[in-house]
């Protein structure tokens, strides 16, 4: 009896943390971005802009920027918004090309996520 009590318990609390929405959206994604992920665009942006799903950590917040050669083209170190679910980063003066986003933040629970994306400056 002990044992299928013990059982129980285990399923009820497996089944609580299963379903708690802390855990189950634990990782911090992107949300949205400006520029956006594929974009072509004809002004260059002065900045980029990542929100994303749950708040980061500022301590851990990485956002770089590079053109198509592979030169870090941001103007100074990211910031995170006072509610930490904004991620941004200044760029230098953009000419027309290719530039690649890459990020890396971690979530106020530990949990660590990156990626990257790209975007076009036409310059027209």
Do not use: C
């Amino acid at each position: 009896m002990r044992a299928l009590r013990a059982s129980w318990i285990a399923i009820v609390a497996a089944s609580l943390l299963a379903l708690s929405p802390r855990w189950a959206y634990a990782h911090a994604f992107p949300s949205s971005e400006q520029p956006t992920a594929g974009a072509t665009i004809n002004a260059a942006p002065a900045g980029v802009e990542i929100h994303f799903d749950n708040p980061i950590e500022a301590m851990f917040a990485r956002l770089q920027v590079f053109d198509g050669g592979g030169a870090d083209v941001t103007s100074g170190p990211p910031s995170v918004s006072k509610d930490g679910i904004t991620l941004s980063v200044q760029l230098k003066p953009l000419a027309a090309g290719d530039y690649t986003v890459k990020w890396s933040v971690v979530a106020e629970d530990s949990h660590r996520t990156e990626g990257s994306y790209t975007f076009t400056v036409t310059g027209h």
